[in-house]
């Protein structure tokens, strides 16, 4: 199976990638965007591209994929409404609306939120932009595309964002979170777990198309069983 991967410097991404890397029947992983992973491996191409509004220039080396896994997303905190529209609905359609056209086979994947509002008319504003984002994703041409809405996760591997904020929260509340897992076992994954749920649905699909925590989960449990 040949994979993209979009956001693969951010927390979950950077789990995704390292799960894709350890799987046999993945034999080839292309990340896409402003820079580079940072990870040497002899399955992974790295596609540099800085305008992820467009990519008419570049069509030529986004074909021939079996599954995109879409870790791209940015905090709702401080930003207006039209700003973060943008940065997650723009943003994720411009890639979705050309890979669905030059993949028509492809899984999607797409990392949402959980509590996200599929009827786009509820008060959280970052609730409903997420909302109206599945909804666009899911009536693309491709073969199948899936939501996944994680809760709380727990970087398993080192896993660190570029975001200064995100990092001194993870800072904070990272030695709880192992607490909360065990107290609350089906509201935090771990980026392995993430990672685990994205290639087996790539696999051999999902039996919903919006993925809760529970669900995700219980994908990844299933890919120990295949």
């Known amino acids: 199976m040949k994979v993209l991967i979009f956001g693969a410097t951010g927390v979950v991404g950077q789990g995704v990638l390292r799960e894709c890397l350890l799987d046999p029947d993945i034999q080839l992983i292309q990340t896409v965007g402003r820079s580079t992973s940072g990870v040497p491996h002899s399955k992974l191409r790295e596609l540099i591209h800085q305008d992820l509004f467009n990519y008419t220039g570049i069509e030529s080396e986004l074909h021939g994929f079996e599954a995109c896994f879409f870790c791209l997303g940015v905090s709702s905190s401080g930003m207006s409404e039209a700003n973060y529209e943008r940065l997650t609905y723009t943003l994720t359609m411009a890639a979705a609306e050309t ?45 199948a595309a899936y939501m996944f809405r994680p809760g709380a996760i727990q970087a398993m591997h080192g896993e660190r964002s570029k975001t200064t904020a995100y990092r001194l929260a993870y800072t904070l509340i990272g030695p709880l979170i192992p607490l909360v897992r065990w107290l609350f076992p089906a ?40």
């Open 187 to 226: 509201s935090v994954l771990t980026t392995e777990e993430i990672g685990r749920a994205m290639i087996q649905v790539a696999k051999h699909g999902a039996s919903k198309k919006l993925l809760e925590s529970a669900d995700i989960r219980a994908c990844a449990l299933a890919s120990h069983l295949q």
């Open 99 to 143: 890979l669905s056209r030059l993949n028509p086979e492809m899984t999607f994947i797409y990392v949402s939120g959980a509590g996200t509002d599929s009827s786009e008319k509820g008060g959280a504003m970052w609730a409903r932009v997420k909302g109206r984002t599945e909804n666009a994703l899911l009536r693309l041409p491709f073969k």
